[in-house]
């Protein structure tokens, strides 16, 4: 199938393209380099510099590259940024996917994949989260992406649209062959910080909070491989041949890891210390997030292959020591 991957340059994005031309797929790249990186995309993969949100511009890619489904990456995430500048997140995360929507029903283009978060149910009350519980996020980053998810409900009974929406918990890890990886500016994710400070770039890594309700008093994330999220991706495609599907996934691990039991880790894979620093909670974060994703497990057949912590920070950080400025080198 011929897909165009939005954001196909940035971190989730380049390692999604890598497995649909694995799995026979013909991907198509439009970023506009804001966040991504051009090296992150093989030269043998078509590559359109431009904005989602330039419907003439991404009009004529769609008719050019006969494109028949878009996998929209390419979403601001830093959710303290969207507190701060709740518009600046609404113009990128909500306004500008409905001009592409509009594109794509004009040029009917009629299948879709988001990139979707947990940030969308807030600080749930039950764990772990399955699709159907209460989504009610606590920062504008979450809210703008469950407006998109009901705007994509919307399209899909009005136009045929068919779509899955793909909630994901903490993005992690690195290709298994070190060649693409996680290359923020700025960094702000614990993973990449931690090995960071491991590797003498920082001074240190701090710990947002150590009296949460929870075994060792730091935050309780869900740490899933991008590969593996890739491929659920790659797996929802077969899935959407008949029009106005509406499909919503958990996709995390389900396994709950503290930032303590990250940090060590770190130490363990890199044999290296890592100098830590105790501060005060980060505002908007939830104390626990969880997955159960046993719907896309049983729905799309989708296999975790990278279950434990250890493997999913051996290949970030077979990543960070082989590229430590990234792919600015
Ligand atoms: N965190 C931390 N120190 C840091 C960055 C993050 O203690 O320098 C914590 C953060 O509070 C959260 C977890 O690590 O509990 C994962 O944060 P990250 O920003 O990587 O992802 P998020 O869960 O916010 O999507």
């Not at 947990?118 to 772990?128: D, H, R, S």
């Not at 690195?174 to 923020?184: C, K, N, V, W, Y």
């Not at 869900?222 to 509406?246: F, M």
């Not at 130490?267 to 210390?273: P, Y």
């Amino acid at each position: 199938m011929n897909v165009l991957v939005i954001g196909g340059a940035g971190y989730i994005g380049s390692h999604c393209v890598r497995q649909l031309s694995a799995a026979g797929h013909r991907a198509v790249v439009l970023d506009n380099l804001v966040f991504g990186h051009r090296a992150a995309v093989g030269a043998e993969v078509p590559f359109y510099q431009g904005d989602l949100g330039d419907a003439v511009f991404v009009g004529q890619v769609l008719e050019a590259e006969k494109i028949e489904l878009v996998m929209h990456f390419a979403a601001f995430a830093f959710v303290g940024e969207s507190v701060e500048n709740p518009l600046k997140y609404y113009e990128n995360n909500l306004a500008k996917p409905i001009t592409l929507l509009k594109t794509m029903v004009t040029h009917g283009v009629g299948k879709f994949v988001l990139s979707s978060t947990c940030a969308t149910y807030g600080v749930p009350a039950e764990l772990p989260i399955v699709e159907d519980m209460p989504q009610n996020p606590i920062n504008p980053y979450g809210q703008s992406k469950l407006d998109l998810e009901n705007v994509l409900r919307a399209t899909a009974v009005a136009h045929g649209l068919s779509f899955a929406s793909f909630r994901y918990f903490n993005a992690a890890g690195a290709a298994q062959d070190g060649s693409i990886g996680e290359d923020h500016d700025p960094e702000t994710h614990l993973i990449p910080l931690v090995i960071q400070a491991a590797m003498g770039q920082r001074k240190s890594t701090s710990i947002f909070g150590t009296d949460y309700p929870t075994p060792d008093g730091t935050c309780l994330r869900d740490y899933v491989h991008v590969d593996d999220l890739s491929r659920a991706h790659i797996a929802a495609i077969p899935h959407l041949e008949k029009p106005g599907q509406q499909l919503f996934y958990n996709l995390g691990t389900g396994k709950p890891q503290s930032v303590r039991e990250v940090i060590d880790t770190v130490e363990k894979v890199s044999g290296l210390k890592v100098p830590v620093q105790e501060g005060p909670r980060r505002p908007g974060d939830p104390p626990s997030l969880y997955a159960d994703s046993s719907k896309a497990q049983n729905e799309l057949d989708w296999k975790i292959h990278h279950l434990d912590l250890e493997t999913i920070i051996a290949t970030a950080w077979n990543w960070h020591k082989t590229h430590p400025e990234g792919f600015r080198e």
